[in-house]
């Protein structure tokens, strides 16, 4: 009689992970489905909410049923296939809606991303741009537009629908009133003329030595980098103007006198443009956004006036955002990567390890859902596998989350808040603000998490915009993609 061999505990563990991997992979690409039967729309407050649309739900699951389940999307053929279906008599309302779905999302994406981009130094919330682009009742709103000018063959819906909002009248003036353009930098440098360039210097009252220097570095750029992108250039492209290349900004560099880093000369061409943006909004009468705000957060006021020129004080104030916003996506990453390491701890049975690593990969799905895609707890529920809200809630813990990301923020702060102080405050006065930083620290970093909390539970299916909330988002996104690699 022949005997069943057992495989190691080792490869059994291995092979269920695997078998987890797998259906985590899946859940991702169910949850990317999802787009073309859950809507985008503003309730009577203008908030933005999720909707489920169950007609296309069960429409879409029954046309597509060889999607479900896998590790990627197609989602090219889907829309050719809809599109198609918008002319059947039968289904053709339903497979509108489907698309109607996707682009609500895909606006929803423009927008989120625009905020996070501009929307600290150009001062917007996603708030702000939502209405302008998911209004609905209008035979030409921007969905219908989308819909109507979409070709499956030349292009996918996602890239269609940047395009066409990014054109948007109402969204070109939305940003053109915060100062900001959909033009590159590098495009407003190929452009300009050196006369051009002088009159813009006098302008902003520049010094002979800066206008001098600004002078060698356009027609060095022009030289190196507007010559070679003309020459390489195919006849008739529309090519996008590229960031210039290391070595281009080596040779850039070794033409300039004192010769700078590349990275320095990268970092002065950023700001000539900068300054040439500034100068086209201040000719179309667009008012100018301040560099900083005036209310500045008391932890980093108290040394920033400590600062002797404005150089010193900007100089603080920079480094202080970085730190933060750094030791704010460290502390995310810290803090989940410490909860799935305390779901997976002790479990030594292979029952108990894969019963463990399903805990873990519904935790994260869960925070994605909430945080990236604003579905409700109990929505939450039914795309993981859960009965009901309050278990959920029991899984997150998004109470507990958020006192472990600020405790392990405060911690990072504490650890650079002095040294980057040193370099820019009286090293007097520094001793005697010793004993108040970390107070002030947690002032700001409680406030961080007290807007999310309070976000969270002003409705539902509400999209969370705080930044703890865009930070958390930030960090899934990119384990998500790094998972899939």
């Not at 489920?52 to 389940?69: D, M, N, P, R």
């Not at 955002?321 to 704010?328: A, I, K, T, V, Y």
Request: aromatic share 8%; proline share 4%; hydrophobic share 35%.
């Amino acid at each position: 009689m022949l005997l069943k061999t057992q495989e190691p505990r080792g490869a059994l563990i291995g092979t269920k992970r695997a078998k987890m991997k797998k259906n985590a992979m899946s859940e991702d690409a169910n949850a990317k489905l999802s787009k073309y039967w859950y809507i985008v729309r503003l309730d009577s407050m203008g908030r933005c909410k999720t909707q489920i649309q169950s007609e296309a739900e069960t429409f879409f699951k029954q046309q597509f049923a060889g999607y479900l389940g896998l590790k990627t999307v197609n989602n090219r053929n889907i829309q050719r296939r809809l599109v198609d279906g918008k002319t059947q008599r039968r289904d053709g309302e339903i497979a509108e809606t489907c698309l109607r779905c996707f682009v609500s999302n895909q606006l929803k994406d423009f927008c989120f991303s625009l905020e996070q981009k501009f929307g600290k130094t150009h001062d917007f919330t996603r708030e702000e741009l939502l209405p302008l682009v998911l209004v609905e009742g209008e035979d030409r709103s921007l969905i219908s537009r989308i819909l109507s000018t979409f070709d499956p063959e030349r292009s996918n819906l996602s890239t269609w629908t940047v395009r066409l909002v990014k054109g948007d009248r109402a969204i070109k003036r939305f940003l053109l009133e915060r100062g900001i353009e959909h033009i590159s930098d590098w495009l407003l440098l190929v452009r300009v003329t050196p006369g051009g360039l002088y009159r813009i210097l006098t302008t902003f009252e520049r010094t002979d030595a800066e206008i001098a220097r600004s002078l060698q570095l356009l027609e060095q750029f022009h030289q190196i980098y507007r010559t070679e992108f003309l020459r390489d250039r195919k006849p008739g492209s529309h090519q996008a103007y590229p960031k210039p290349t290391p070595d281009q900004l080596q040779r850039i560099a070794q033409r300039l006198t004192p010769s700078p880093s590349p990275e320095q000369v990268l970092h002065q061409l950023q700001n000539l443009s900068q300054l040439l943006r500034r100068d086209r909004l201040r000719q179309k009468g667009i008012a100018l956004p301040e560099d900083e705000s005036l209310d500045i957060p008391k932890a980093r006021n108290r040394v920033y006036q400590q600062a002797e020129t404005e150089d010193e004080q900007s100089g603080f104030l920079n480094e202080y955002r970085q730190q933060f916003n750094s030791c704010l996506q460290r502390a995310v990453q810290t803090t989940i990567e410490n909860r799935v390491a305390y779901f997976l701890q002790g479990r030594n049975t292979p029952r108990r390890r894969e019963q463990a690593i399903e805990k873990s990969e519904r935790f994260l799905t869960g925070l994605r859902l909430f945080y990236c895609q604003g579905l409700s707890m109990g929505e939450i529920a039914s795309c993981i596998g859960l009965r009901d809200q309050p278990r959920v809630s029991r899984l997150l813990e998004l109470e507990n989350l958020r006192s472990d990301i600020a405790r392990n923020t405060l911690s990072c702060l504490k650890k650079h808040i002095f040294q980057i102080a040193q370099d820019y405050a009286n090293p007097d006065r520094l001793r005697d603000l010793a004993t108040q930083i970390e107070s002030l620290l947690s002032e700001e970093i409680s406030r961080v998490m007290e807007t999310d909390k309070k976000e969270i539970h002003a409705a539902h299916h509400h999209f969370p915009t705080s930044q703890l909330a865009q930070n958390i988002c930030q960090y899934l996104e990119i384990k998500q993609e790094n998972d899939h690699d």
